[in-house]
């Protein structure tokens, strides 16, 4: 998490928030007698099957490995350990025992899983089906980046099942593109949302990124601009940062790009939340906007910190306050499948003071914020509840306003939700 500003491009999923580090234990493992008698479905980590139900595959290649990028993602190697990696994902998901109906959410990211062949994501659709059951309206999301995109393979992921298509744009500036180290350009980017609308998609989410180095506030309202002419259901804009180990930072560091500043990338973030709203996206969380009734489900299922599995390298798993992550190394990943041990690398089991954290630290992120009455049934107590002299002290400044039993972040708190919501760190 960064020192500032909205919700930044490296934090984009769910299961990747710093708040929210994942990590811990083996699977869930089976249900208990008195879980059937109360009609919940406890497995041995917690329950699974009230609520939503989400999964997340996390497939870790890429073309090339963008300059800003600090996601665990890698350029893809060769055809055949792809094909390894994803038999070790094929039997990651056999061999958890799962019980599932009603999977209300499946998420394919990564890294780029547009890069793996029809046959292999349809084997692994098929594994998740074999062990689990759909809702006839789950939302079914793969990450795509234009240089991907074929008709034939978007018209294949239709025939699937994927009901929605995350596209990686980032900008349609080509002269950004290229300093972002991205493999396409703006026109790549435009055809391949093209062909997923011919291919049947009636769902597509953008994803931009601003507060780039060099960067101006006209580059900014261009795409923008562009991202709603072309009519996604779905936009998301992040603010980039610098992570470690990324060729940016180390350019950053030595000097050879200069970052945005605050107050610039501040306006950057104003135009958004004002801008988007005119052309029919709702602001609905601190970086994602949507049409009426397009909000992402498996991301609004991370945000109310409900439960889930997840599949492949460094993939995270919540289920009742218990956390698990795979090892992130996928060659550690592949041979620790192959060999028949637990792919797990990291497991936590989360105290109440860390979930009553977590549930304000996500909750605010959302423009609506937090329900009173609502956290407190769920949580126990009121989310002012928690460290009140931080809510004195931000409500005091004109960062949080509580309207009609709510608590939220004004526009001005929105701005810096990052650094605001560092204050509620225990
Ligand atoms: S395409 Fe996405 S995941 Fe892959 S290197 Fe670029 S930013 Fe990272």
Redesign the pocket.
Known sequence: MTRKGPLSYTQKQGHNFSACRQGRKRRPQGIDARSRRSGKRFLKFGYFGDGMNSFYLHIPF?L???R??G?N?VPAPGAEEIERYCRALERDIRETKLEIRNVETAYFG???PTLLSAGQIENLISALEKKASFEKSAEITIEA?PETMTSEKLSHLRTLGFSRLSL?VQSFDDGLLKILG?PHDSGQAMAAYRLARRAGFENIGLDLIYGLPGQSMKQWERDLRRAAELGPEHISAYSLTYEPGTEFTAWREQGWIEPCGEDLEAEMFLLAHQYLPTAGYQHYEVSNFSRPGHRCRHNLNYWRCGDYLGFGAGASSHIEGRRWTNVSDWREYVIRLESGQSPIGFSEELSSGQRWFEAIFLGLRMIEGMAIEEFKSRWGQRPDEYKPEVWEKLSKEGYIISRQGRLCFTSQGLMIADLLLSNFAP
């Open positions: 890429c090339s490995k963008c800003y990028c996601f993602s990564g890294g780029t980046n990686g991205r």
